[in-house]
């Protein structure tokens, strides 16, 4: 492509769709289980099919595109595994809306028309994320594309779910789960968020005189449900009682009173309230002694004991009962509020409700001892390192997994029941059983338990294929340290689990922070500060968006981010079009081999041997999964070094056209062509359609990977560093001297002998004109063995530089006056974020070092 084609200005619109178009036509993203490359596989974290693509997706998306697009471009066959998950609670609630718009229930369908109506809802809307992928520019195999509820994926579920029922390590038991009164189904404790919550802390008297005992509770109407008093086996104010009953208020029921270990009996009054079917460490206490368990709230959170407060919603009979013991005398006492940790539902923010319920668990003591043994042998590494200790607090206290939902969309729990009491669990190829009466477990799956398999069932596991073969196990998970509990423990367990514990899915996993606000805020809809992606993609380009979320990827740490970063994300690409186009209009080229670098000038020595340093430095940090730092690396690479240094120094030879000019044209097109492929994982468009430009190449994506040649020039480096320092202390000495940027100044300049090659270069850099007759030096620079001394008497307008300078010392006094009494603030030192603190540090650090500058320059006025 002639450079004449390159638009003036860079438009990221007029290209980024109509690229991504041609790399999926061109099959670039397509990955051949056949190929003999060596493999490197990753799979996507699904997203749910009822999501919309949220800042942390393009985070997250950014990084694992920018892997696979490295490793595409080392000769890897790669494979980038899209697909999205059923996302069963979240996906049945909108669906049930829709029916509720229309005046209908799921009841009114019935089971097998409701699935129907949430399979066409989901061909017809769900899904917008795979189009919101594709404009991030997302490099995933859709050929490739899975759901976890396709047909391959639901024999893999039933294949496991069998072999895990025939060794015994999943079972169906009556134990207290986190109910959601409004989702009307079980939840694992993963799915339930702890919140403090206001509430009260009521303490009621049981039973009369020298027998009463006194309990606090948070759940009054819990009581409803008691079936015994516990207290420590060893403390003395109870051992008394220890065997005897006592009346449960209200209810007119005696009670044991019974001892147990688990009670504390230094907290309150050292005797608890005993509701098995209502708390799950009451539930262990019964279990020990044989206590009956009363369940007294259905499933909707209703009362359902017999008496006054029959129906009440829970917290209307809590309230109520409060009442009826406080009329009764038996309050002792009350405080509101009381703090307290809740859990609530994490779909839809209601209170869970502990209750017993019959429900299908899985055993995990085995599997999450897999888990753990593969990360302390080293077969898995996590990345960073110091999130192992978290790992292992998980996996080491594991309780068994609650995988039944009471829910119609998801797969059904493959169990079937006989008339006379018969248990059946059937695998894919079996046929369900014959005969009157027999009929298929109610329950659907946790989500994650089909997630849990998804490095393998989505190649095709169980059967033996392909794709299976060639890219399982995985080269690497990445993902957010916060699905290190649903999904990355889950993984681990079914992936050692399926491999005889040999085999674990992934040889590392590299966790990622979260995405919050420029202040350091979660993004949070009540806070008003979640910003959707594609605004900032549609402003910006989709490159500036990536190249913004990549440079605040530390691993394992969160990343804030806000506009004015996606901004200069924005000007850096734009950056980026601009030199590459004033290098093509100045004929920069690929063409024709490189010259020997001992025939080269300094200049370009020193760009060809900080190109292979960076080079190597790139690969190094790419293989730490360090984000932010590779982007930093390539930022100040490209803006300070190839664009305001290599092009400024070589700007004039490119005028000529002699061997010079052309050895300068060959090394510029070099520097840009391993820029711009070194910059494509993180900023892929912008790179593709300008590589292609400078090269007539098919596509970056598809170039090799630039590799460190081994180059260096040690000596060429020292020479441009002592050019950069002289250039560098001579533009600040004119700026605080108040000379404006263009104004030509006369110069006598005393240079070491590697300096005196770049004169030409350093008056034009410097605008120094040569000293006329006139020339009278009112001041001298000395920077190293080097001086520079100029005649600046007819380049100051006095007056106007010290009234621009005593307003500048105005504004830099309020400033450290303002930060001063901020930093002096010991509540406001108490409260604020650190990173807040920091900032008006270092604002208050800049004040002081600007007052100094001012007042020097004040009184180097006086000599005028």
């Known amino acids: 492509?002639?450079?004449?084609?390159?638009?003036?200005?860079?438009?990221?619109?007029?290209?980024?769709?109509?690229?991504?178009?041609?790399?999926?036509?061109?099959?670039?993203?397509?990955?051949?289980?056949?190929?003999?490359?060596?493999?490197?596989?990753?799979?996507?974290?699904?997203?749910?099919?009822?999501?919309?693509?949220?800042?942390?997706?393009?985070?997250?998306?950014?990084?694992?595109?920018?892997?696979?697009?490295?490793?595409?471009?080392?000769?890897?066959?790669?494979?980038?595994?899209?697909?999205?998950?059923?996302?069963?609670?979240?996906?049945?609630?909108?669906?049930?809306?829709?029916?509720?718009?229309?005046?209908?229930?799921?009841?009114?369908?019935?089971?097998?028309?409701?699935?129907?109506?949430?399979?066409?809802?989901?061909?017809?809307?769900?899904?917008?994320?795979?189009?919101?992928?594709?404009?991030?520019?997302?490099?995933?195999?859709?050929?490739?594309?899975?759901?976890?509820?396709?047909?391959?994926?639901?024999?893999?579920?039933?294949?496991?779910?069998?072999?895990?029922?025939?060794?015994?390590?999943?079972?169906?038991?009556?134990?207290?789960?986190?109910?959601?009164?409004?989702?009307?189904?079980?939840?694992?404790?993963?799915?339930?968020?702890?919140?403090?919550?206001?509430?009260?802390?009521?303490?009621?008297?049981?039973?009369?005189?020298?027998?009463?005992?006194?309990?606090?509770?948070?759940?009054?109407?819990?009581?409803?449900?008691?079936?015994?008093?516990?207290?420590?086996?060893?403390?003395?104010?109870?051992r008394h009682l220890v065997g005897t009953e006592i009346e449960l208020p209200l209810t007119g029921r005696r009670i044991p009173i019974v001892a147990d270990a688990h009670v504390d009996p230094e907290f309150g009054t050292g005797a608890v309230k005993v509701t098995p079917a209502h708390d799950p460490n009451d539930f262990e206490i019964g279990q020990r002694h044989q206590l009956s368990s009363l369940t007294i709230l259905d499933e909707r959170g209703l009362i359902t004991a017999h008496g006054p407060f029959q129906g009440l919603d829970r917290f209307e009979a809590r309230a109520a009962i409060v009442a009826a013991l406080r009329a009764d005398g038996r309050v002792v006492a009350e405080k509101r509020p009381y703090v307290h940790a809740v859990g609530h539902c994490s779909r839809c923010g209601t209170t869970i409700e502990p209750r017993q319920s019959l429900q299908w668990w899985v055993k995990v003591t085995p599997l999450a001892k897999m888990a753990g043994d593969a990360v302390r042998d080293g077969r898995v590494q996590i990345h960073p390192a110091t999130l192992k200790a978290r790992y292992f607090a998980w996996v080491d206290n594991l309780r068994d997994w609650c995988i039944?939902?009471?829910?119609?969309?998801?797969?059904?729990?493959?169990?079937?029941?006989?008339?006379?009491?018969?248990?059946?669990?059937?695998?894919?190829?079996?046929?369900?059983?014959?005969?009157?009466?027999?009929?298929?477990?109610?329950?659907?799956?946790?989500?994650?338990?089909?997630?849990?398999?998804?490095?393998?069932?989505?190649?095709?596991?169980?059967?033996?294929?392909?794709?299976?073969?060639?890219?399982?196990?995985?080269?690497?998970?990445?993902?957010?340290?916060?699905l290190m509990f649903f999904w990355i423990a889950r993984m681990m367990m079914f992936g050692l689990y399926v491999s005889d514990g040999t085999t674990p899915p992934f040889p590392v996993i590299a966790l990622h922070g979260m995405v919050r606000d420029k202040h350091g805020k979660k993004m949070s809809k009540s806070f008003g500060n979640v910003v959707d992606p594609i605004t900032w993609m549609d402003s910006y380009g989709t490159d500036a968006l990536r190249f913004a979320l990549a440079r605040a990827a530390n691993p394992g740490t969160d990343a804030p981010i806000g506009e004015e970063s996606v901004e200069g994300a924005r000007n850096f690409t734009t950056k980026i079009w601009n030199a590459t186009r004033f290098a093509l209009l100045n004929g920069a080229t690929t063409t024709g081999e490189l010259p020997d670098?001992?025939?080269?000038?300094?200049?370009?020595?020193?760009?060809?041997?900080?190109?292979?340093?960076?080079?190597?430095?790139?690969?190094?940090?790419?293989?730490?999964?360090?984000?932010?730092?590779?982007?930093?690396?390539?930022?100040?690479?490209?803006?300070?070094?190839?664009?305001?240094?290599?092009?400024?120094?070589?700007?004039?030879?490119?005028?000529?056209?002699?061997?010079?000019?052309?050895?300068?044209?060959?090394?510029?097109?070099?520097?840009?062509?391993?820029?711009?492929?070194?910059?494509?994982?993180?900023?892929?468009?912008?790179?593709?359609?300008?590589?292609?430009?400078?090269?007539?190449?098919?596509?970056?994506?598809?170039?090799?990977?630039?590799?460190?040649?081994?180059?260096?020039?040690?000596?060429?480096?020292?020479?441009?560093?002592?050019?950069?320092?002289?250039?560098?202390?001579?533009?600040?000495?004119?700026?605080?001297?108040?000379?404006?940027?263009?104004?030509?100044?006369?110069?006598?300049?005393?240079?070491?002998?590697?300096?005196?090659?770049?004169?030409?270069?350093?008056?034009?850099?410097?605008?120094?004109?040569?000293?006329?007759?006139?020339?009278?030096?009112?001041?001298?620079?000395?920077?190293?063995?080097?001086?520079?001394s100029v005649d600046l008497s007819q380049a100051i307008d006095v007056e106007a530089e010290r009234r621009r300078l005593e307003k500048d010392l105005a504004a830099a006094r309020k400033d450290l006056e303002s930060t001063s009494t901020k930093l002096g603030n010991d509540g406001f030192l108490a409260k604020a974020p650190e990173h807040v603190i920091e900032s008006i540090r270092a604002r208050k650090d800049k004040a002081e070092n600007d007052i100094q500058r001012i007042r020097n320059q004040l009184a180097a006025l006086e000599r005028y």
């Not at 059937?426 to 997630?451: E, H, K």
């Open 404 to 482: 039944s939902r009471q829910l119609w969309w998801g797969h059904r729990i493959p169990v079937w029941y006989g008339p006379n009491g018969e248990t059946v669990c059937l695998g894919p190829d079996d046929n369900p059983p014959s005969g009157a009466g027999w009929t298929q477990d109610t329950d659907v799956l946790d989500t994650w338990f089909s997630s849990g398999l998804w490095p393998f069932s989505s190649l095709g596991w169980p059967d033996r294929t392909d794709a299976l073969a060639k890219f399982y196990p995985n080269s690497v998970l990445f993902t957010g340290y916060d």
């Open 597 to 788: 670098p001992s025939t080269l000038p300094a200049v370009d020595r020193w760009i060809l041997s900080r190109l292979n340093t960076v080079t190597a430095e790139a690969d190094a940090l790419f293989d730490d999964y360090q984000f932010a730092k590779l982007s930093d690396l390539l930022y100040h690479f490209a803006w300070d070094e190839v664009f305001d240094w290599y092009l400024e120094l070589t700007k004039t030879t490119f005028a000529h056209n002699d061997s010079a000019a052309d050895r300068s044209r060959r090394i510029l097109g070099h520097v840009l062509d391993t820029l711009l492929r070194l910059l494509h994982p993180i900023v892929p468009f912008v790179t593709d359609k300008l590589w292609t430009t400078l090269t007539g190449g098919e596509s970056v994506v598809i170039a090799a990977w630039p590799t460190d040649t081994g180059y260096r020039d040690p000596a060429a480096e020292a020479e441009i560093a002592e050019l950069q320092q002289f250039v560098t202390e001579v533009r600040r000495f004119r700026s605080d001297q108040g000379v404006r940027t263009a104004q030509p100044i006369p110069a006598q300049l005393e240079l070491t002998a590697a300096l005196t090659t770049h004169e030409p270069a350093i008056r034009r850099l410097l605008r120094l004109d040569p000293p006329n007759s006139d020339f009278h030096a009112t001041a001298t620079l000395a920077i190293g063995e080097a001086s520079v």
């Open 1 to 238: 492509m002639a450079p004449s084609t390159l638009p003036t200005t860079f438009v990221p619109a007029d290209l980024e769709s109509e690229l991504y178009v041609r790399w999926v036509a061109a099959g670039y993203f397509h990955a051949d289980a056949a190929s003999d490359k060596p493999p490197y596989a990753v799979v996507i974290p699904p997203p749910n099919v009822t999501g919309r693509l949220h800042m942390g997706h393009a985070f997250e998306h950014t990084q694992i595109d920018a892997l696979t697009r490295r490793k595409r471009m080392q000769g890897y066959e790669t494979l980038w595994q899209p697909g999205m998950d059923h996302a069963g609670i979240a996906t049945q609630n909108v669906v049930e809306r829709e029916l509720a718009r229309e005046g209908l229930s799921r009841h009114d369908l019935g089971r097998d028309a409701f699935v129907k109506r949430v399979w066409a809802w989901k061909n017809s809307s769900g899904g917008q994320i795979s189009d919101q992928m594709r404009r991030l520019g997302d490099g995933v195999d859709w050929d490739r594309e899975r759901f976890t509820m396709d047909e391959g994926l639901s024999r893999a579920v039933q294949t496991i779910f069998k072999r895990l029922y025939d060794d015994g390590l999943i079972y169906r038991a009556e134990r207290i789960i986190n109910w959601c009164p409004r989702c009307l189904t079980a939840l694992s404790d993963i799915e339930v968020e702890y919140q403090d919550d206001d509430g009260e802390l009521v303490s009621i008297r049981y039973g009369d005189g020298d027998t009463a005992i006194v309990v606090a509770t948070t759940r009054a109407e819990t009581m409803l449900g008691d079936t015994a008093i516990a207290v420590h086996p060893d403390d003395d104010r109870y």
